[in-house]
């Protein structure tokens, strides 16, 4: 079992900057894939950026390249996601999930809130 606790959402106005962390614990971090995910009001969850267990390798949607970067720190079990430049659009509810490598995302967090206003 892999625990996950998302912090950092907020309200920030269009331009702003927020950092989300997803803090893990319960299985050994650096095996793990981490992702982040979004769903806003309406919409279907989408994945917004993936980093894989060395945080060497990274994959960002690309309504979010150059704006958002997604990284990891196995010392401290927790991953990130950077996000500049916040548009309204970007208003959903975030969440970091997590698998094992050639395994589905079998672990989430309980998501957290960020809202962009225009």
């Known amino acids: 079992q892999v625990q996950l606790v998302e912090s950092g959402g907020g309200l920030v106005q269009a331009g702003g900057s927020l950092r989300l962390s997803c803090a893990a614990s319960g299985r050994t971090f650096s095996t793990l894939i981490m992702g982040w995910f979004r769903q806003a009001p309406g919409k279907e969850r989408e994945l917004v950026a993936v980093?894989?267990?060395?945080?060497?390798?990274?994959y960002h949607i690309n309504s979010v390249k150059g704006r958002f970067t997604g990284s990891r720190d196995n010392a401290k079990n927790t991953a990130y996601l950077q996000m500049n430049n916040l548009k309204p659009e970007d208003t959903a509810v975030y969440y970091c999930a997590s698998r094992p490598s050639s395994a589905s995302w079998a672990y989430w967090g309980q998501g957290t809130q960020v809202t962009v206003s225009s």
């Open positions: 980093i894989w267990e060395n945080g060497g390798s990274t």
